[in-house]
Protein backbone atom coordinates (compact mmCIF):
# COMPACT_ATOMS: atom_id res chain seq x y z
CA UNK A 1 0.00 0.00 0.00
CA UNK A 2 1.64 3.51 -0.95
CA UNK A 3 0.21 5.97 1.33
CA UNK A 4 1.67 9.12 -0.79
CA UNK A 5 -0.07 8.07 -3.57
CA UNK A 6 -3.46 7.20 -1.69
CA UNK A 7 -3.34 10.41 0.30
CA UNK A 8 -2.39 12.43 -3.20
CA UNK A 9 -5.65 10.46 -4.37
CA UNK A 10 -7.67 11.87 -1.72
CA UNK A 11 -6.97 15.19 -1.90
CA UNK A 12 -8.14 15.28 -5.61
CA UNK A 13 -11.37 13.69 -4.66
CA UNK A 14 -11.27 16.45 -1.52
CA UNK A 15 -10.15 19.14 -4.06
CA UNK A 16 -12.28 18.67 -6.47
CA UNK A 17 -15.69 18.74 -4.07
CA UNK A 18 -14.31 21.96 -2.55
CA UNK A 19 -14.34 19.76 0.92
CA UNK A 20 -10.70 21.02 2.65
CA UNK A 21 -12.41 23.94 4.47
CA UNK A 22 -14.16 20.93 6.15
CA UNK A 23 -11.16 19.35 6.84
CA UNK A 24 -10.10 20.36 10.06
CA UNK A 25 -7.94 18.06 12.61
CA UNK A 26 -10.93 18.73 14.62
CA UNK A 27 -13.58 17.54 11.90
CA UNK A 28 -11.45 14.77 10.47
CA UNK A 29 -10.78 13.48 14.17
CA UNK A 30 -14.72 13.47 14.66
CA UNK A 31 -15.77 11.85 11.05
CA UNK A 32 -12.96 9.17 11.99
CA UNK A 33 -14.44 8.59 15.46
CA UNK A 34 -18.45 8.43 13.76
CA UNK A 35 -16.97 5.80 11.72
CA UNK A 36 -15.57 3.60 14.38
CA UNK A 37 -18.90 3.85 15.77
CA UNK A 38 -20.65 2.51 12.69
CA UNK A 39 -18.02 -0.39 12.84
CA UNK A 40 -18.65 -1.30 16.29
CA UNK A 41 -22.39 -1.28 15.32
CA UNK A 42 -21.98 -4.26 13.15
CA UNK A 43 -20.74 -5.92 15.80
CA UNK A 44 -22.95 -5.15 18.42
CA UNK A 45 -24.45 -7.80 20.00
CA UNK A 46 -22.79 -10.47 18.89
CA UNK A 47 -20.73 -13.19 20.23
CA UNK A 48 -17.43 -13.61 20.29
CA UNK A 49 -17.64 -16.24 17.76
CA UNK A 50 -20.16 -14.90 15.37
CA UNK A 51 -17.90 -11.71 15.63
CA UNK A 52 -15.07 -14.23 14.08
CA UNK A 53 -17.58 -15.18 11.59
CA UNK A 54 -19.17 -12.58 9.48
CA UNK A 55 -21.42 -13.28 6.90
CA UNK A 56 -20.46 -12.19 3.49
CA UNK A 57 -22.22 -9.03 3.31
CA UNK A 58 -21.70 -7.97 6.86
CA UNK A 59 -17.91 -8.45 6.39
CA UNK A 60 -18.17 -6.55 3.11
CA UNK A 61 -19.43 -4.07 5.27
CA UNK A 62 -16.79 -4.01 7.74
CA UNK A 63 -14.41 -3.57 5.38
CA UNK A 64 -16.45 -0.49 3.90
CA UNK A 65 -16.39 0.92 7.52
CA UNK A 66 -12.53 0.46 7.83
CA UNK A 67 -11.17 1.32 4.92
CA UNK A 68 -13.30 4.98 5.94
CA UNK A 69 -11.53 5.07 8.96
CA UNK A 70 -8.29 5.07 7.26
CA UNK A 71 -9.22 7.16 5.07
CA UNK A 72 -10.23 9.85 7.16
CA UNK A 73 -6.87 8.67 9.33
CA UNK A 74 -4.37 10.00 6.00
CA UNK A 75 -6.38 13.40 6.08
CA UNK A 76 -6.02 13.89 9.84
CA UNK A 77 -1.84 12.92 8.95
CA UNK A 78 -1.77 15.39 6.40
CA UNK A 79 -3.96 18.09 8.00
CA UNK A 80 -1.24 17.47 11.10
CA UNK A 81 1.93 17.35 8.89
CA UNK A 82 2.58 13.69 10.05
CA UNK A 83 4.13 10.83 8.25
CA UNK A 84 1.58 8.12 8.55
CA UNK A 85 3.75 5.17 8.04
CA UNK A 86 6.26 6.99 10.32
CA UNK A 87 4.02 7.07 13.60
CA UNK A 88 3.00 3.71 13.06
CA UNK A 89 6.19 2.61 12.94
CA UNK A 90 6.86 4.77 15.95
CA UNK A 91 4.36 2.97 18.13
CA UNK A 92 4.61 -0.38 17.01
CA UNK A 93 8.84 -0.32 17.75
CA UNK A 94 7.32 1.00 21.09
CA UNK A 95 5.16 -1.47 21.59
CA UNK A 96 7.69 -4.28 20.34
CA UNK A 97 9.61 -2.15 23.61
CA UNK A 98 6.85 -2.47 26.04
CA UNK A 99 5.47 -5.94 25.16
CA UNK A 100 8.21 -8.10 24.08
Request: charged share 30%; with cysteine; aromatic share 6%.
Amino acid sequence: MNLVELTERLHCIRDRNDWRQFHSPKNLAMAASVEMAELVEIFQWLSEDQSRQLPAEKLAHAGQEVGDIVLYLLLLCSELGLDMEQVVRSKLADSERRFS
